[in-house]
Protein backbone atom coordinates (compact mmCIF):
# COMPACT_ATOMS: atom_id res chain seq x y z
CA UNK A 1 0.00 0.00 0.00
CA UNK A 2 1.29 2.78 -1.16
CA UNK A 3 1.49 6.45 1.59
CA UNK A 4 -0.39 8.76 0.64
CA UNK A 5 -0.32 12.67 1.07
CA UNK A 6 -1.17 14.11 4.13
CA UNK A 7 -5.04 15.10 4.55
CA UNK A 8 -5.00 14.56 0.91
CA UNK A 9 -8.67 16.04 1.00
CA UNK A 10 -7.26 19.33 1.53
CA UNK A 11 -4.45 18.90 0.29
CA UNK A 12 -2.44 22.30 -1.22
CA UNK A 13 -5.96 23.37 -1.54
CA UNK A 14 -5.51 27.20 -0.52
CA UNK A 15 -3.37 29.09 -3.14
CA UNK A 16 -0.59 31.95 -1.81
CA UNK A 17 1.03 32.35 -4.85
CA UNK A 18 -1.89 35.15 -6.57
CA UNK A 19 -1.81 37.41 -3.70
CA UNK A 20 0.23 40.17 -3.04
CA UNK A 21 1.68 41.91 0.55
CA UNK A 22 -0.63 41.74 3.72
CA UNK A 23 -2.78 39.39 1.33
CA UNK A 24 -0.25 37.05 0.72
CA UNK A 25 0.65 36.72 4.96
CA UNK A 26 -3.00 36.40 5.25
CA UNK A 27 -3.03 33.22 3.00
CA UNK A 28 -0.91 31.53 5.11
CA UNK A 29 -2.93 32.83 8.33
CA UNK A 30 -5.18 29.93 9.46
CA UNK A 31 -3.65 26.35 10.42
CA UNK A 32 -1.71 27.56 13.70
CA UNK A 33 -5.85 28.99 14.91
CA UNK A 34 -6.78 25.30 14.42
CA UNK A 35 -4.07 24.01 16.47
CA UNK A 36 -4.40 26.88 19.24
CA UNK A 37 -8.07 25.07 19.85
CA UNK A 38 -6.54 22.52 21.35
CA UNK A 39 -4.81 24.88 23.83
CA UNK A 40 -7.62 26.20 24.93
CA UNK A 41 -10.29 22.97 25.40
CA UNK A 42 -12.22 22.13 28.65
CA UNK A 43 -9.22 20.33 29.37
CA UNK A 44 -6.75 23.27 29.74
CA UNK A 45 -10.17 24.88 31.98
CA UNK A 46 -10.29 22.34 34.28
CA UNK A 47 -6.02 22.26 35.37
CA UNK A 48 -6.39 26.42 35.32
CA UNK A 49 -9.68 26.48 37.26
CA UNK A 50 -7.95 23.76 39.93
CA UNK A 51 -4.73 25.37 39.92
CA UNK A 52 -6.17 28.98 40.23
CA UNK A 53 -8.49 28.35 43.01
CA UNK A 54 -5.69 26.10 44.86
CA UNK A 55 -2.49 28.14 44.63
CA UNK A 56 -3.46 31.50 43.59
CA UNK A 57 -1.46 33.19 41.17
CA UNK A 58 1.89 30.62 41.62
CA UNK A 59 1.35 28.87 38.15
CA UNK A 60 1.08 31.80 36.04
CA UNK A 61 4.91 31.02 35.25
CA UNK A 62 4.37 27.38 34.27
CA UNK A 63 1.58 29.10 31.76
CA UNK A 64 4.05 30.83 30.41
CA UNK A 65 6.25 27.83 30.22
CA UNK A 66 3.84 25.78 28.61
CA UNK A 67 3.44 28.63 26.02
CA UNK A 68 6.75 29.70 25.04
CA UNK A 69 7.69 25.47 24.82
CA UNK A 70 4.64 24.85 22.69
CA UNK A 71 5.59 27.72 20.21
CA UNK A 72 9.25 26.22 20.02
CA UNK A 73 7.68 22.66 19.43
CA UNK A 74 5.06 23.74 17.05
CA UNK A 75 6.90 25.82 15.05
CA UNK A 76 9.27 22.64 14.27
CA UNK A 77 6.69 21.04 13.38
CA UNK A 78 5.30 23.42 10.65
CA UNK A 79 8.64 23.31 9.80
CA UNK A 80 8.80 19.59 9.11
CA UNK A 81 5.44 19.69 7.17
CA UNK A 82 6.96 22.83 4.92
CA UNK A 83 10.29 21.39 3.90
CA UNK A 84 9.42 17.68 3.59
CA UNK A 85 5.85 17.65 2.21
CA UNK A 86 5.37 15.52 5.47
CA UNK A 87 3.54 15.13 8.74
CA UNK A 88 4.88 14.29 11.76
CA UNK A 89 3.60 10.50 11.69
CA UNK A 90 4.46 9.96 7.95
CA UNK A 91 8.68 11.09 8.78
CA UNK A 92 8.21 8.93 11.76
CA UNK A 93 7.45 6.01 10.11
CA UNK A 94 10.27 6.39 7.24
CA UNK A 95 12.69 6.99 10.22
CA UNK A 96 11.92 4.52 12.35
CA UNK A 97 11.62 0.40 11.98
CA UNK A 98 8.12 -0.81 11.57
CA UNK A 99 7.92 -2.60 14.53
CA UNK A 100 7.69 0.97 16.47
CA UNK A 101 5.45 2.28 14.30
CA UNK A 102 2.53 0.35 16.05
CA UNK A 103 3.15 1.22 19.94
CA UNK A 104 3.71 4.73 18.18
CA UNK A 105 0.20 4.85 17.04
CA UNK A 106 -1.43 3.24 19.92
CA UNK A 107 0.37 6.05 22.47
CA UNK A 108 -1.00 8.71 20.02
CA UNK A 109 -4.18 7.33 19.75
CA UNK A 110 -4.33 7.07 23.32
CA UNK A 111 -3.78 10.66 23.69
CA UNK A 112 -6.60 11.91 21.05
CA UNK A 113 -8.87 9.71 23.40
CA UNK A 114 -8.09 11.28 26.67
CA UNK A 115 -8.36 14.76 24.66
CA UNK A 116 -11.96 13.71 22.91
CA UNK A 117 -12.57 12.96 26.45
CA UNK A 118 -12.15 16.42 27.52
CA UNK A 119 -14.19 17.79 25.02
CA UNK A 120 -17.02 15.44 25.26
CA UNK A 121 -17.07 16.38 29.13
CA UNK A 122 -16.68 19.99 28.67
CA UNK A 123 -19.62 20.26 26.26
CA UNK A 124 -21.69 17.92 28.63
CA UNK A 125 -20.99 20.27 31.58
CA UNK A 126 -21.59 23.73 28.98
CA UNK A 127 -25.08 22.31 28.04
CA UNK A 128 -25.54 21.35 31.61
CA UNK A 129 -24.80 24.88 32.60
CA UNK A 130 -26.62 26.45 29.85
CA UNK A 131 -29.85 24.63 29.83
CA UNK A 132 -29.41 22.32 32.72
CA UNK A 133 -29.52 19.24 30.38
CA UNK A 134 -28.59 16.18 31.99
CA UNK A 135 -24.46 15.11 32.05
CA UNK A 136 -25.70 11.75 30.50
CA UNK A 137 -27.63 12.89 28.12
CA UNK A 138 -25.17 16.17 27.40
CA UNK A 139 -22.70 13.14 26.95
CA UNK A 140 -25.05 10.95 24.33
CA UNK A 141 -25.32 14.65 22.38
CA UNK A 142 -21.88 14.93 21.67
CA UNK A 143 -22.11 11.81 19.42
CA UNK A 144 -24.29 14.32 16.73
CA UNK A 145 -21.08 16.72 16.21
CA UNK A 146 -19.64 14.11 13.86
CA UNK A 147 -21.86 15.38 11.37
CA UNK A 148 -20.65 18.45 11.88
CA UNK A 149 -17.18 17.92 11.07
CA UNK A 150 -17.94 15.76 7.58
CA UNK A 151 -20.03 19.53 6.56
CA UNK A 152 -16.99 21.36 7.28
CA UNK A 153 -14.47 18.96 5.56
CA UNK A 154 -17.14 19.43 2.10
CA UNK A 155 -17.20 22.52 2.45
CA UNK A 156 -13.04 22.90 2.23
CA UNK A 157 -10.13 23.79 4.31
CA UNK A 158 -11.13 27.95 4.90
CA UNK A 159 -14.63 27.58 5.80
CA UNK A 160 -13.43 24.99 8.35
CA UNK A 161 -10.67 27.68 9.15
CA UNK A 162 -12.98 30.72 9.44
CA UNK A 163 -15.40 28.30 11.83
CA UNK A 164 -12.58 27.61 14.25
CA UNK A 165 -11.29 31.29 14.21
CA UNK A 166 -15.33 32.12 15.26
CA UNK A 167 -15.29 29.96 18.12
CA UNK A 168 -11.86 30.51 19.34
CA UNK A 169 -13.32 34.87 19.39
CA UNK A 170 -15.97 33.96 21.24
CA UNK A 171 -13.69 32.44 23.88
CA UNK A 172 -11.95 35.42 23.90
CA UNK A 173 -13.93 37.99 24.27
CA UNK A 174 -16.14 35.97 26.80
CA UNK A 175 -13.19 35.92 28.96
CA UNK A 176 -12.10 39.25 28.43
CA UNK A 177 -15.34 40.54 29.73
CA UNK A 178 -15.01 38.16 32.53
CA UNK A 179 -11.84 39.75 33.54
CA UNK A 180 -13.38 43.07 34.11
CA UNK A 181 -16.16 41.75 35.82
CA UNK A 182 -13.41 39.60 38.49
CA UNK A 183 -10.82 42.97 38.75
CA UNK A 184 -7.98 40.74 39.58
CA UNK A 185 -4.73 42.12 41.70
CA UNK A 186 -2.49 42.89 39.09
CA UNK A 187 0.38 43.30 41.39
CA UNK A 188 -0.50 39.24 42.41
CA UNK A 189 -0.56 38.44 38.99
CA UNK A 190 2.67 40.00 38.06
CA UNK A 191 4.12 37.80 41.32
CA UNK A 192 2.82 34.96 39.81
CA UNK A 193 4.64 34.80 36.82
CA UNK A 194 8.13 33.91 39.22
CA UNK A 195 8.98 30.24 39.03
CA UNK A 196 8.86 28.36 42.10
CA UNK A 197 9.41 24.54 43.15
CA UNK A 198 6.51 22.59 42.87
CA UNK A 199 5.72 18.82 44.65
CA UNK A 200 2.87 16.75 45.56
CA UNK A 201 -0.71 18.50 44.39
CA UNK A 202 0.95 21.38 42.67
CA UNK A 203 3.35 19.33 40.71
CA UNK A 204 0.44 16.99 39.58
CA UNK A 205 -1.66 20.42 38.51
CA UNK A 206 1.30 21.95 36.60
CA UNK A 207 1.68 18.50 34.93
CA UNK A 208 -2.04 18.85 33.93
CA UNK A 209 -1.66 22.14 32.79
CA UNK A 210 1.81 21.22 30.42
CA UNK A 211 0.07 18.37 29.08
CA UNK A 212 -3.44 20.55 28.66
CA UNK A 213 -0.76 23.15 26.73
CA UNK A 214 1.53 20.97 24.68
CA UNK A 215 -0.68 18.65 23.28
CA UNK A 216 1.35 15.56 21.32
CA UNK A 217 -1.91 15.45 18.60
CA UNK A 218 -1.09 19.07 17.87
CA UNK A 219 2.40 18.34 16.86
CA UNK A 220 0.78 16.03 14.17
CA UNK A 221 -1.65 18.28 13.29
CA UNK A 222 0.48 21.05 12.93
CA UNK A 223 2.39 19.27 10.22
CA UNK A 224 -0.25 18.51 8.07
CA UNK A 225 -2.06 21.42 8.06
CA UNK A 226 0.84 23.67 6.98
CA UNK A 227 0.82 21.59 3.72
CA UNK A 228 -2.80 22.94 2.75
CA UNK A 229 -1.41 25.69 1.44
CA UNK A 230 0.39 25.75 -2.04
CA UNK A 231 3.47 27.83 -2.53
CA UNK A 232 6.61 28.04 -4.75
CA UNK A 233 8.95 25.31 -3.43
CA UNK A 234 12.33 26.96 -4.22
CA UNK A 235 14.62 27.94 -1.14
CA UNK A 236 12.79 31.53 -1.35
CA UNK A 237 9.69 29.92 -0.87
CA UNK A 238 10.08 27.50 1.48
CA UNK A 239 11.94 30.40 3.74
CA UNK A 240 8.69 32.51 2.95
CA UNK A 241 5.92 29.78 3.95
CA UNK A 242 8.17 29.21 7.24
CA UNK A 243 8.69 32.69 8.41
CA UNK A 244 4.45 33.76 7.46
CA UNK A 245 3.89 30.50 9.09
CA UNK A 246 5.65 31.11 12.23
CA UNK A 247 3.84 34.76 12.33
CA UNK A 248 0.67 32.42 12.56
CA UNK A 249 1.76 30.57 15.34
CA UNK A 250 3.14 33.61 17.85
CA UNK A 251 -0.20 35.39 17.26
CA UNK A 252 -2.85 32.14 17.66
CA UNK A 253 -0.64 31.11 20.32
CA UNK A 254 -0.41 34.00 22.76
CA UNK A 255 -4.24 34.19 22.02
CA UNK A 256 -4.19 30.72 23.49
CA UNK A 257 -1.79 32.06 26.47
CA UNK A 258 -4.47 35.16 27.17
CA UNK A 259 -7.21 32.64 27.28
CA UNK A 260 -5.66 29.97 29.71
CA UNK A 261 -3.97 32.82 31.87
CA UNK A 262 -7.43 34.39 32.05
CA UNK A 263 -9.01 31.23 33.05
CA UNK A 264 -6.12 30.87 36.32
CA UNK A 265 -6.27 34.45 36.78
CA UNK A 266 -10.26 34.38 37.30
CA UNK A 267 -10.23 31.25 39.07
CA UNK A 268 -7.29 33.03 41.78
CA UNK A 269 -8.72 36.22 42.20
CA UNK A 270 -12.59 35.14 42.10
CA UNK A 271 -12.17 31.60 44.01
CA UNK A 272 -8.74 31.53 45.83
CA UNK A 273 -8.79 35.04 47.31
CA UNK A 274 -12.38 34.73 48.65
CA UNK A 275 -11.19 31.30 50.26
CA UNK A 276 -12.87 28.80 48.03
CA UNK A 277 -9.08 26.90 47.62
CA UNK A 278 -10.89 23.33 46.30
CA UNK A 279 -12.83 24.72 43.30
CA UNK A 280 -11.37 21.64 41.05
CA UNK A 281 -14.92 21.36 38.85
CA UNK A 282 -15.94 23.49 36.28
CA UNK A 283 -19.48 23.27 37.84
CA UNK A 284 -18.44 24.48 41.15
CA UNK A 285 -16.60 27.68 39.73
CA UNK A 286 -19.94 28.65 37.17
CA UNK A 287 -22.01 28.26 40.40
CA UNK A 288 -19.54 30.39 42.22
CA UNK A 289 -19.19 33.04 39.87
CA UNK A 290 -23.23 33.89 39.81
CA UNK A 291 -23.13 33.82 43.47
CA UNK A 292 -20.59 36.33 43.74
CA UNK A 293 -20.42 38.03 40.58
CA UNK A 294 -24.91 37.90 39.40
CA UNK A 295 -26.35 35.87 36.38
CA UNK A 296 -24.00 37.59 32.93
CA UNK A 297 -20.06 35.84 34.56
CA UNK A 298 -21.46 32.24 33.85
CA UNK A 299 -23.91 32.28 31.11
CA UNK A 300 -20.53 33.38 29.32
CA UNK A 301 -18.37 31.10 31.00
CA UNK A 302 -20.75 28.09 29.62
CA UNK A 303 -20.88 29.81 26.05
CA UNK A 304 -17.18 29.45 26.09
CA UNK A 305 -16.82 26.04 27.30
CA UNK A 306 -19.43 25.02 24.77
CA UNK A 307 -17.29 27.02 21.65
CA UNK A 308 -14.32 25.46 23.46
CA UNK A 309 -15.28 21.75 23.41
CA UNK A 310 -16.73 22.51 19.43
CA UNK A 311 -13.73 23.83 18.03
CA UNK A 312 -10.88 21.56 19.42
CA UNK A 313 -12.82 18.30 18.67
CA UNK A 314 -13.24 18.98 15.43
CA UNK A 315 -9.01 19.40 15.51
CA UNK A 316 -8.80 15.99 17.68
CA UNK A 317 -10.29 13.88 14.29
CA UNK A 318 -8.47 15.53 12.11
CA UNK A 319 -5.63 14.55 14.18
CA UNK A 320 -6.69 11.02 14.31
CA UNK A 321 -7.16 10.61 10.26
CA UNK A 322 -3.23 12.21 10.39
CA UNK A 323 -1.98 9.74 12.78
CA UNK A 324 -3.94 6.59 11.75
CA UNK A 325 -2.65 7.31 7.86
CA UNK A 326 0.81 8.32 9.26
CA UNK A 327 1.82 5.41 11.24
CA UNK A 328 0.35 2.52 10.12
CA UNK A 329 -0.56 3.80 6.49
CA UNK A 330 -4.28 2.98 6.85
CA UNK A 331 -7.12 5.25 5.39
CA UNK A 332 -10.66 4.47 6.72
CA UNK A 333 -14.04 6.94 6.27
CA UNK A 334 -13.69 10.23 8.16
CA UNK A 335 -17.27 9.35 9.43
CA UNK A 336 -16.01 6.29 11.12
CA UNK A 337 -12.84 7.68 12.44
CA UNK A 338 -14.76 10.08 14.02
CA UNK A 339 -17.01 7.96 15.45
CA UNK A 340 -14.80 5.39 16.84
CA UNK A 341 -12.73 7.92 18.68
CA UNK A 342 -15.77 9.59 20.32
CA UNK A 343 -17.34 6.22 21.02
CA UNK A 344 -14.33 5.15 22.91
CA UNK A 345 -14.01 8.87 24.63
CA UNK A 346 -17.97 8.68 25.90
CA UNK A 347 -17.91 5.46 27.21
CA UNK A 348 -15.15 5.75 29.99
CA UNK A 349 -17.58 9.39 30.41
CA UNK A 350 -20.72 7.33 31.04
CA UNK A 351 -18.87 4.70 33.16
CA UNK A 352 -18.16 7.54 35.28
CA UNK A 353 -21.35 9.26 35.89
CA UNK A 354 -23.01 5.79 36.29
CA UNK A 355 -20.49 4.18 38.62
CA UNK A 356 -19.45 7.51 40.54
CA UNK A 357 -21.68 10.41 39.77
CA UNK A 358 -21.25 13.53 38.08
CA UNK A 359 -18.73 14.66 40.74
CA UNK A 360 -16.19 12.99 39.22
CA UNK A 361 -16.28 14.11 36.24
CA UNK A 362 -14.11 16.65 37.00
CA UNK A 363 -10.86 14.18 38.39
CA UNK A 364 -11.58 12.69 34.77
CA UNK A 365 -10.63 16.06 33.67
CA UNK A 366 -7.35 16.33 34.82
CA UNK A 367 -6.91 12.96 34.35
CA UNK A 368 -7.45 13.10 30.84
CA UNK A 369 -4.75 16.37 30.80
CA UNK A 370 -1.83 14.25 32.94
CA UNK A 371 -2.36 11.33 30.14
CA UNK A 372 -1.61 13.80 27.29
CA UNK A 373 1.58 14.97 28.91
CA UNK A 374 2.57 11.39 29.63
CA UNK A 375 2.60 10.98 25.50
CA UNK A 376 4.51 13.96 24.68
CA UNK A 377 7.57 12.63 25.47
CA UNK A 378 6.61 10.08 21.87
CA UNK A 379 6.19 13.15 19.95
CA UNK A 380 8.55 15.47 20.64
CA UNK A 381 11.69 13.14 20.23
CA UNK A 382 10.88 12.04 16.91
CA UNK A 383 10.02 15.86 15.54
CA UNK A 384 13.24 17.19 16.94
CA UNK A 385 15.21 14.25 15.76
CA UNK A 386 13.29 14.83 12.00
CA UNK A 387 14.02 18.59 12.09
CA UNK A 388 17.62 18.47 13.08
CA UNK A 389 18.49 15.72 9.86
CA UNK A 390 20.57 17.56 8.05
CA UNK A 391 20.45 15.05 5.37
CA UNK A 392 16.49 15.29 4.96
CA UNK A 393 16.35 18.86 5.86
CA UNK A 394 19.51 20.29 4.09
CA UNK A 395 19.36 24.27 4.46
CA UNK A 396 16.03 24.12 6.67
CA UNK A 397 17.82 22.62 9.40
CA UNK A 398 17.19 24.00 12.95
CA UNK A 399 20.24 25.90 14.62
CA UNK A 400 22.72 24.58 17.25
CA UNK A 401 20.60 27.10 19.65
CA UNK A 402 17.23 26.03 18.31
CA UNK A 403 18.31 22.66 19.08
CA UNK A 404 19.55 23.21 22.38
CA UNK A 405 16.05 24.63 23.44
CA UNK A 406 14.41 21.58 22.02
CA UNK A 407 15.83 19.31 23.93
CA UNK A 408 15.64 21.52 27.14
CA UNK A 409 12.37 21.34 26.69
CA UNK A 410 11.90 17.65 26.24
CA UNK A 411 14.50 17.10 29.39
CA UNK A 412 12.09 18.92 31.45
CA UNK A 413 8.96 17.33 29.96
CA UNK A 414 10.36 14.47 30.43
CA UNK A 415 11.60 14.52 33.84
CA UNK A 416 8.65 15.97 35.25
CA UNK A 417 6.75 12.82 34.13
CA UNK A 418 9.18 10.63 35.33
CA UNK A 419 8.74 12.18 38.75
CA UNK A 420 4.56 12.19 38.19
CA UNK A 421 5.21 8.36 37.76
CA UNK A 422 6.95 7.89 40.26
CA UNK A 423 5.37 9.68 42.74
CA UNK A 424 1.82 8.09 41.27
CA UNK A 425 2.77 4.11 41.81
CA UNK A 426 4.69 4.81 44.75
CA UNK A 427 0.91 6.49 46.45
CA UNK A 428 -0.77 3.97 45.36
CA UNK A 429 1.71 0.66 46.99
CA UNK A 430 1.53 2.64 49.75
CA UNK A 431 -2.57 2.89 50.26
CA UNK A 432 -3.30 -0.45 48.59
CA UNK A 433 -0.21 -2.63 47.89
CA UNK A 434 -2.64 -4.50 45.20
CA UNK A 435 -0.57 -7.28 43.22
CA UNK A 436 -1.83 -5.97 40.06
CA UNK A 437 0.79 -2.48 40.70
CA UNK A 438 3.56 -5.11 40.70
CA UNK A 439 2.22 -7.45 38.30
CA UNK A 440 0.46 -4.77 35.40
CA UNK A 441 1.37 -1.23 36.08
CA UNK A 442 4.67 -1.39 36.77
CA UNK A 443 5.86 -3.88 33.79
CA UNK A 444 3.60 -1.39 31.56
CA UNK A 445 5.74 1.90 32.89
CA UNK A 446 8.90 0.20 32.50
CA UNK A 447 8.12 -1.15 28.83
CA UNK A 448 6.62 2.51 27.76
CA UNK A 449 10.24 4.01 29.63
CA UNK A 450 12.31 1.34 27.44
CA UNK A 451 10.83 2.45 24.34
CA UNK A 452 11.26 6.09 25.10
CA UNK A 453 15.02 5.49 25.76
CA UNK A 454 14.81 3.82 21.93
CA UNK A 455 13.04 6.11 20.39
CA UNK A 456 15.60 8.55 21.95
CA UNK A 457 18.91 6.52 20.76
CA UNK A 458 17.71 5.28 17.56
CA UNK A 459 17.88 8.23 15.43
CA UNK A 460 21.68 8.10 16.70
CA UNK A 461 22.95 5.16 15.52
CA UNK A 462 20.74 5.00 12.39
CA UNK A 463 20.69 7.04 9.67
CA UNK A 464 18.36 5.30 7.33
CA UNK A 465 15.53 6.42 6.06
CA UNK A 466 12.87 3.46 5.09
CA UNK A 467 10.81 5.28 2.43
CA UNK A 468 12.29 8.65 2.31
CA UNK A 469 10.58 11.48 0.34
CA UNK A 470 8.80 9.36 -2.14
CA UNK A 471 5.47 8.78 -0.72
CA UNK A 472 4.32 6.51 -3.27
CA UNK A 473 7.73 4.88 -4.08
CA UNK A 474 9.44 4.91 -7.81
CA UNK A 475 7.48 4.89 -11.31
CA UNK A 476 8.30 1.43 -12.84
CA UNK A 477 9.14 0.87 -16.41
CA UNK A 478 5.98 -0.24 -18.96
CA UNK A 479 7.07 -2.87 -21.20
CA UNK A 480 5.45 -4.65 -24.22
CA UNK A 481 2.04 -5.21 -23.33
CA UNK A 482 0.21 -8.49 -24.70
CA UNK A 483 -3.39 -8.15 -25.35
CA UNK A 484 -5.25 -10.21 -22.56
CA UNK A 485 -8.24 -12.38 -24.32
CA UNK A 486 -10.78 -12.81 -21.74
CA UNK A 487 -12.61 -16.41 -22.07
CA UNK A 488 -15.22 -16.49 -18.71
CA UNK A 489 -16.67 -13.24 -18.22
CA UNK A 490 -19.29 -12.40 -15.53
CA UNK A 491 -22.06 -10.48 -15.74
CA UNK A 492 -24.10 -8.67 -12.95
CA UNK A 493 -27.62 -7.86 -13.49
CA UNK A 494 -30.40 -6.51 -11.10
CA UNK A 495 -33.02 -5.77 -14.44
CA UNK A 496 -32.70 -2.09 -14.01
CA UNK A 497 -32.17 0.48 -17.54
CA UNK A 498 -28.50 -0.31 -16.15
CA UNK A 499 -28.02 -3.45 -17.17
CA UNK A 500 -27.78 -2.50 -21.12
CA UNK A 501 -24.64 -0.85 -21.02
CA UNK A 502 -23.43 -2.84 -18.28
CA UNK A 503 -23.69 -6.35 -21.07
CA UNK A 504 -22.42 -4.01 -23.92
CA UNK A 505 -19.39 -3.15 -21.83
CA UNK A 506 -18.71 -6.69 -21.30
CA UNK A 507 -19.66 -7.82 -24.86
CA UNK A 508 -16.51 -5.35 -25.95
CA UNK A 509 -13.90 -7.50 -23.82
CA UNK A 510 -14.64 -10.37 -24.91
CA UNK A 511 -16.24 -10.82 -28.23
CA UNK A 512 -17.88 -13.52 -29.88
CA UNK A 513 -15.04 -16.11 -28.30
CA UNK A 514 -15.56 -15.43 -25.15
CA UNK A 515 -18.78 -17.35 -22.46
CA UNK A 516 -20.59 -15.01 -20.57
CA UNK A 517 -21.90 -15.80 -16.85
CA UNK A 518 -24.93 -13.88 -16.17
CA UNK A 519 -25.24 -13.55 -13.05
CA UNK A 520 -28.26 -12.07 -10.52
CA UNK A 521 -28.94 -12.32 -6.80
CA UNK A 522 -32.04 -13.02 -4.81
CA UNK A 523 -31.98 -11.13 -1.41
CA UNK A 524 -35.28 -11.88 -0.12
CA UNK A 525 -35.54 -12.60 3.44
CA UNK A 526 -36.49 -16.14 2.16
CA UNK A 527 -33.37 -16.47 0.51
CA UNK A 528 -31.26 -15.31 2.96
CA UNK A 529 -32.65 -18.01 5.41
CA UNK A 530 -33.61 -20.76 2.95
CA UNK A 531 -31.07 -20.34 -0.07
CA UNK A 532 -30.94 -22.68 -2.94
CA UNK A 533 -34.01 -24.40 -1.71
CA UNK A 534 -36.38 -21.13 -1.74
CA UNK A 535 -38.71 -21.02 -4.66
CA UNK A 536 -40.69 -17.65 -4.60
CA UNK A 537 -42.05 -15.53 -6.50
CA UNK A 538 -39.21 -13.07 -6.67
CA UNK A 539 -36.70 -16.11 -7.55
CA UNK A 540 -39.30 -17.75 -10.59
CA UNK A 541 -39.33 -13.77 -12.00
CA UNK A 542 -35.98 -13.33 -11.77
CA UNK A 543 -35.19 -16.44 -13.38
CA UNK A 544 -37.46 -16.66 -16.04
CA UNK A 545 -35.73 -13.19 -16.67
CA UNK A 546 -32.21 -14.14 -16.60
CA UNK A 547 -33.02 -16.65 -18.97
CA UNK A 548 -34.51 -14.16 -21.50
CA UNK A 549 -30.94 -11.91 -21.43
CA UNK A 550 -29.51 -15.82 -22.70
CA UNK A 551 -31.80 -16.27 -25.37
CA UNK A 552 -31.31 -12.32 -26.50
CA UNK A 553 -27.63 -13.22 -26.55
CA UNK A 554 -27.74 -16.49 -28.07
CA UNK A 555 -29.72 -14.46 -30.96
CA UNK A 556 -26.85 -11.83 -31.56
CA UNK A 557 -24.16 -15.03 -31.89
CA UNK A 558 -22.66 -14.65 -28.30
CA UNK A 559 -22.54 -17.95 -25.70
CA UNK A 560 -24.13 -17.64 -22.43
CA UNK A 561 -25.16 -19.23 -19.17
CA UNK A 562 -27.70 -17.79 -16.20
CA UNK A 563 -26.59 -18.13 -12.48
CA UNK A 564 -28.90 -17.45 -9.34
CA UNK A 565 -27.44 -16.84 -6.10
CA UNK A 566 -29.03 -16.12 -2.62
CA UNK A 567 -29.12 -13.59 -0.07
CA UNK A 568 -25.81 -11.79 0.78
CA UNK A 569 -24.88 -9.98 -2.84
CA UNK A 570 -21.07 -9.68 -2.48
CA UNK A 571 -20.89 -13.31 -1.30
CA UNK A 572 -22.89 -14.74 -3.60
CA UNK A 573 -21.25 -12.83 -6.85
CA UNK A 574 -17.78 -13.79 -5.42
CA UNK A 575 -18.60 -18.05 -4.73
CA UNK A 576 -20.28 -18.01 -8.54
CA UNK A 577 -17.15 -16.31 -9.86
CA UNK A 578 -14.79 -18.86 -8.26
CA UNK A 579 -17.22 -21.72 -9.16
CA UNK A 580 -16.97 -21.13 -12.65
CA UNK A 581 -13.35 -19.61 -12.94
CA UNK A 582 -14.25 -16.34 -14.21
CA UNK A 583 -11.37 -14.45 -15.21
CA UNK A 584 -13.18 -10.98 -15.31
CA UNK A 585 -16.24 -9.50 -13.72
CA UNK A 586 -18.45 -6.73 -15.12
CA UNK A 587 -20.17 -4.81 -12.65
CA UNK A 588 -23.41 -2.25 -13.01
CA UNK A 589 -22.50 0.90 -10.06
CA UNK A 590 -26.04 1.59 -8.34
CA UNK A 591 -24.21 5.49 -7.38
CA UNK A 592 -26.26 5.58 -4.65
CA UNK A 593 -25.00 8.74 -2.76
CA UNK A 594 -24.99 9.82 1.26
CA UNK A 595 -27.74 8.19 3.29
CA UNK A 596 -28.37 5.62 0.74
CA UNK A 597 -24.82 4.08 0.41
CA UNK A 598 -24.68 4.61 4.12
CA UNK A 599 -28.04 2.49 4.32
CA UNK A 600 -27.62 0.12 1.40
CA UNK A 601 -23.86 -0.04 1.42
CA UNK A 602 -21.80 -0.32 -2.06
CA UNK A 603 -22.40 -3.88 -3.44
CA UNK A 604 -19.06 -3.25 -5.78
CA UNK A 605 -16.84 -2.27 -2.78
CA UNK A 606 -17.58 -5.81 -0.78
CA UNK A 607 -17.16 -7.79 -4.06
CA UNK A 608 -13.83 -6.37 -4.55
CA UNK A 609 -12.68 -7.20 -1.70
CA UNK A 610 -13.73 -10.80 -1.80
CA UNK A 611 -12.31 -11.78 -5.55
CA UNK A 612 -8.66 -11.52 -6.96
CA UNK A 613 -10.06 -11.38 -10.44
CA UNK A 614 -9.81 -7.89 -12.45
CA UNK A 615 -13.13 -5.69 -11.77
CA UNK A 616 -14.77 -3.53 -14.61
CA UNK A 617 -17.40 -0.96 -13.01
CA UNK A 618 -19.81 0.52 -15.20
CA UNK A 619 -21.42 3.43 -14.86
Not at 242 to 267: E, S, W, Y
Amino acid sequence: MSQKQSLSEVHQSVATDQRKGWRRILAFIGPAYLVSVGYMDPGNWATDIAGGSKFGYQLIWILLMSNLIALLLQSLSARLGIVRGLDLAQASRNAYPKWVNFPLFVLAQTAIIACDLAEVIGMAIGLNLLFGLPLIWGISITISDTVLLLFLLNKGMRKMEVFIVSMVFIVGISFLVEMFIVEPNLKDVIKGFEPSMLSGQALYIAIGIIGATVMPHNLYLHSSLVQTRKFDRDIKGIKEAIKFNFIDTAIALNLAFFVNAAILILAAAAFFTNGFHEVAEIQDAHKLLSHIFGPIAPALFAIALIAAGQSSTITGTLAGQIIMEGHLNLRIQPWLRRLITRLLAIIPAFFTILLFGNDALGGLLILSQVVLSLQLGFAIIPLIHLTSDKKEMKDFTIKTWVKVLAWMSAVVIVSLNIKLVIEEISGWIAESNGWYIYAIVIPVAVAIGLLLIYIFIYPFISKNQRIGNVPHGNALAIENIDKINYKKIGITVDFSKNDRNTIRHALIQGGKDAHYYLIHVVETAAARYLGKNVMDHETQTDTENLEKYCLNLKDLGYKSSSHIGFGGTAKAIAEISKQNGIELLVMGAHGHKGLKDLIFGTTVDSVRHKVTIPVLIVR
